[in-house]
């Protein structure tokens, strides 16, 4: 899958070091991480720094593509990505944004570029996601990007809360995809 994605708005680039602080202040936002699975609260630079280390190795696997959400004014607002899960025969689709970027569309743009390219680089056409009950705005943004509840759920880790939390799973239907959806390779 290519390093870097542009959208109409977005650059999804990898991130670097110098991209720690503006994670930390994004992740550090309870609104932001009470939604996510595997981030601490509080959420400090050691965390920013292990989490961003690890990315390249991931990517080399093949099993996790994760890009830095970007704009020329601001920088990074968030991160999106698919990751193969051991024993799962989708790819699965994950993405936050810091809430100054909330209800904006960028989640759904990132979102089309990075199912258009999965699927054109590494022929993917099986995607899942889940969004903890609670999240509907997530649901809505994954409807928009042709997701459908499968009707079940789970129950996920969420660090930050410190217990499990009730999940429901979305599934995009499994279908080859011609052109782009969201942007243009760069």
């Not at 390093?3 to 999804?12: A, F, K, M, Y």
């Not at 899942?128 to 459908?148: D, I, M, Q, Y």
């Amino acid at each position: 899958m290519r390093d870097t994605i542009e959208t109409q708005r977005l650059t999804l680039r990898p991130f670097t070091a110098n991209d720690v602080a503006q994670v930390v202040s994004l992740c550090g936002d309870w609104d932001v991480a009470r939604m996510l699975a595997r981030v601490p609260h509080p959420y400090k630079p050691a965390d920013a720094i292990e989490w961003i280390e690890t990315i390249p190795a991931r990517r080399d696997a093949g099993t996790d593509f994760v890009f830095a959400v970007t704009n020329a004014r601001d920088g990074v607002m968030g991160a999106i990505g698919i990751d193969l899960r051991d024993g799962e025969d989708a790819f699965t689709l994950g993405y936050w944004l810091g809430k100054p970027y909330w209800r904006q569309g960028y989640a759904t743009e990132a979102g089309a570029a990075v199912l258009a390219h999965a699927t054109e680089d590494l022929g993917v056409t099986r995607f899942r996601s889940e969004h903890f009950v609670g999240n509907e705005v997530s649901g809505r943004v994954l409807a928009k990007l042709g997701f459908g509840y499968t009707g079940e759920m789970r129950q996920m880790p969420c660090l930050a809360r410190g217990e499990h939390v009730p999940a429901r799973l979305m599934e995009r239907p499994q279908k080859r995809q011609s052109g782009r959806e969201g942007g243009h390779d760069s």
